[in-house]
């Protein structure tokens, strides 16, 4: 049985087909639009008024929308997240693009962390805010990810940790690393203070 819920929006058929099959970890047919923390929302738009299309945006999960009117498909907001299928669909390529679905949604939602007003890509290296986007090196990443806490750090406390280097070890890796992170932080995002300096520890939060 595959690891996957699904919400399904406007085919009470569709969904007494799926539940049969009991693939599926748990279907639901719903009838009024809620923020339910679902996996994969399956909207049939022929079931549905048009009107009441533009409420699934707001979900934040993958949808599959599904319609024999392939025009619809101009009309709706595809992203990432969300493709549309042509009625009628064949269960077993269904079952596949479900899985692909959750596997990339998956995939993005745990390589995503956010600190301070940033959003941090950890698969593909980069910060962001709002439409800003700034790459960042595979060791600025993991000095990021290090200090992503509450407390403070010592500048021998981060050679060990990110650099694997003993504290009593001299090495200028991490006052490169800082500077040039600091710079494109500033240079970027007009944040100066982003990783800061106070009572001989360095601080992120």
């Known amino acids: 049985m595959l690891n996957i819920n699904l919400f399904i929006y406007g085919s009470e058929i569709f969904y007494k087909i799926i539940s049969d099959l009991n693939v599926f970890n748990k279907v639901h047919l719903e009838k009024n639009l809620s923020s339910n923390n679902s996996s994969i929302i399956v909207v049939f738009l022929d079931g549905l008024s048009y ?21 619809l498909k101009k009309k709706i907001n595809l992203n990432n997240f969300s493709i549309f299928l ?24 745990t390589s995503q962390i956010f600190i301070k007003d940033y959003s941090l ?48 070890l001299e090495t200028h890796a991490f006052e490169t690393c800082l500077h040039r992170l600091r710079k494109k932080m500033n240079d970027k995002f007009n944040d100066n203070n982003f990783i800061y300096f106070k009572n001989k520890k360095y601080f992120l939060l």
């Open 121 to 168: 890509n950890t698969n593909d290296r980069f910060i962001k805010k709002k439409n800003l986007k700034l790459k960042l090196t595979e060791i600025e990443v993991k000095l990021i990810l290090f200090m992503n806490v509450s407390k403070g750090f010592s500048k021998e406390e981060i050679l060990e940790n990110v650099w694997n280097q003993k504290a009593h």
């Open 51 to 71: 009107k009441s299309l533009s409420s699934f945006y707001k979900f934040n999960f993958p949808i599959i929308y599904v319609s024999n009117n392939i025009q």
């Open 86 to 109: 042509k009625a009628p669909i064949e269960i077993q390529n269904f079952i596949e693009i479900s899985k692909i679905l959750i596997s990339k949604f998956d995939y993005l939602r």
